[in-house]
């Protein structure tokens, strides 16, 4: 079904697709919640699609969202892409987790701690950054000045 076509009633997995969307730890099942809930035009949809759009700390998912909401006929402004850090404070958890490890740690080991001790953080940067994610980490965790 495109755009064109959207439907006015709400999917029978809406409750489904609200906390898809809200889900903070994978980027990628709120790009699939923003693309499904684009088929749909009612109010709810839309709200929720617009939250996305000036909320979400992927900008992928933002413009995604920006996409759903123009081709159901919304008046919408393109989200710029925001400076600094999608995450508040970002250096200081990378710092606190690196401190965590041992003197010696690899790289992997830091992205695996990451990864389980702030999925939050993984997650976001991961989508943000893309195929440059593990550069971006890596560069940064080489970077990361820890007192030992």
């Known amino acids: 079904m495109s755009n064109n076509e959207a439907r006015t009633d ?3 997995n809406f409750d489904e697709l609200k906390k898809s969307i809200n ?3 994978n ?10 809930l684009g088929k749909w035009k009612a109010r709810e949809t839309i709200e929720l699609l617009k939250h996305s759009m000036s909320g979400d700390s992927v900008y992928k998912v933002q413009e995604a969202a920006y996409r759903q909401l123009q081709a159901l006929g919304e008046q919408v402004t393109k989200p710029e892409r925001k400076e ?3 995450v ?15 003197k010696d740690h690899s790289y992997e080991e830091f992205k695996e701690k990451l990864k389980k001790m702030r999925i939050d953080v993984y997650d976001t940067y991961e989508g943000d950054k893309g195929p ?3 550069k971006w980490l ?11």
């Open 132 to 134: 440059d994610f593990d």
């Open 138 to 148: 890596e560069q940064l965790w080489s970077e990361l000045r820890t007192r030992q």
């Open 23 to 25: 889900r903070n730890a």
């Open 84 to 86: 600094g850090d999608a």
């Open 88 to 102: 508040k404070d970002t250096k200081k958890i990378l710092v606190r987790i690196k401190k965590s490890l041992p």
């Open 27 to 36: 980027w990628r099942e709120r790009m699939d919640a923003v693309e499904e």
């Open 10 to 12: 709400l999917p029978e």
